[in-house]
């Protein structure tokens, strides 16, 4: 069965830091670019980072700085690590194959107060 599953959402003030985590079974996931995305409350859902199977990385500019995504191969795991975070970054943080067949996961809320 193919699956992602997210974790390490939560309510963090302004300036706080998160890691989401996001475990992946059924595909073969290191050789899949993966991907995060966020989906602001009454917004489209939007792409914030990728990597490749090189582990090239890319990040929209928003968050460029701040974020840093990574990979476990042996873990079949990707990660974001959110840091100085802001209210405008809250959203519901789904994990995702980047490209076609499109694998999502069920998301993980991630709060910013301010």
């Known amino acids: 069965q193919v699956q992602l599953v997210e974790s390490g959402g939560g309510l963090v003030q302004t300036g706080g830091s998160l890691r989401l985590s996001c475990a992946a079974s059924g595909i073969i996931f290191r050789t899949r670019t993966m991907a995060w995305y966020r989906q602001a409350p009454g917004q489209q859902r939007d792409l914030v980072a990728t990597i490749a199977t090189t582990g090239t990385t890319n990040y929209v500019d928003i968050v460029k700085g701040r974020f840093t995504i990574s990979r476990d191969n042996a873990r079949n795991t990707v990660y974001l690590q959110m840091n100085s975070l802001k209210p405008e970054d809250t959203g519901v943080y789904y994990c995702?194959?980047?490209?076609?067949?499109?694998?999502w996961g069920q998301g993980t809320q991630v709060t910013v107060s301010s």
């Open positions: 995702a194959t980047r490209w076609s067949p499109q694998v």
